[in-house]
Each structure stands twice: as C-alpha cells, then as structure tokens.
C-alpha cells in the first residue's frame, strides 16, 4: 500500500499528530447531520400527515389517503421522505463509525506488529469508499429505463 501522509501533510498543512482530531471531527459531524436528517424527515412527515388528514377526514369527510384529496401527495411524499431520511441517515452515520473503527484498529494492529507504513493501512477504509463514488457513478450510468412508457391508470 501507499503511503497518503505527505499528501495528507501536505493538502491539509498539518501535521500527522492532529489527523486523530479529523477523525473525531469527521464521526462526531456524521452523527450530527444523521441526527437533524432523521429529525427533519420526522417532522416532515408527521407535518404532511397531519396536514392530510385535516384537509381530507375532518373537513371534507374524505376517507385516508383517498386519492380526490390533494394533500394525500403532499403525505405520501412525506411518508416517503421519512422512510428515505430516516433510513439513509442511519447507513451514513454506520458507514462513518465503520471507517473510523476500522483506521484505528488498523493503527492499533499496525503499531503492535512493528510496520514501518502504517498509514497506508489506516487509510485503506477511505480508499475502499472512495472507490464506492466511482461504483456508484458507473452503476446511475448503466441503469436506464426501457423507454418512455405511459403508466397504467388504476
């Protein structure tokens, strides 16, 4: 493996002492933004929701997600974000905590036996999940749909 130091150094001007602080930097922000997406999907669906059956059930005696109520979009697009909010807030700050792991249990491996480029398996884990950028750029490439097609009205 190569050795990222010097152009960790060198990029970020500091020195390899500090790179412990963007590590705790880097997992405490990815539970902070995890914790306002979970929280802003929460509120958004719950808003839609109660904004639906207000507008359906209780002024116009329509039944729960009828499809004569407008504001049925507007809940299941709620419901939708929260699902997706919610959950894709949890994968990222998981993916972050298992990178974090992992770099110091590297480090720690790598101390203990004596290797002389023990940065290199340290940052291993951030090149594996670069590389998952360009896999998943290759993948939204690849994916089209089979044309334009009419959808079936119910």
């Known amino acids: 493996l190569g050795c990222p130091r010097?152009?960790?150094?060198?990029?970020?001007?500091?020195?390899?002492?500090?790179?412990?602080?963007?590590?705790?930097?880097y997992g405490f922000g990815a539970s902070f933004v995890a914790l306002f997406m979970q929280l802003g999907g929460g509120i958004y669906t719950k808003a839609a929701d109660v904004g639906a059956d207000m507008c359906g059930k209780i002024e116009s005696n329509i039944p729960e997600d009828d499809?004569?109520?407008?504001?049925?979009?507007?809940d299941l697009v709620g419901d939708n974000v929260g699902d997706c909010a919610g959950s894709m807030a949890d994968v990222f700050e998981s993916i972050a905590a298992e990178i974090i792991g992992t770099m110091i249990h590297a480090g720690v491996i790598m101390k203990h036996v004596g290797a002389s480029d023990m940065e290199g398996y340290m940052f291993f884990p951030l090149?594996?999940?670069?590389?998952?950028?360009?896999?998943?750029?290759?993948?939204i490439y690849l994916v089209r749909t089979a044309g334009d097609h009419e959808c079936d009205q119910p």
């Open 6 to 25: 010097n152009l960790i150094v060198d990029l970020l001007h500091l020195e390899l002492v500090f790179l412990h602080v963007l590590l705790v930097g």
């Open 67 to 74: 499809h004569r109520n407008p504001a049925v979009i507007a």
């Open 127 to 139: 090149v594996v999940h670069a590389f998952d950028l360009i896999v998943s750029s290759v993948g």
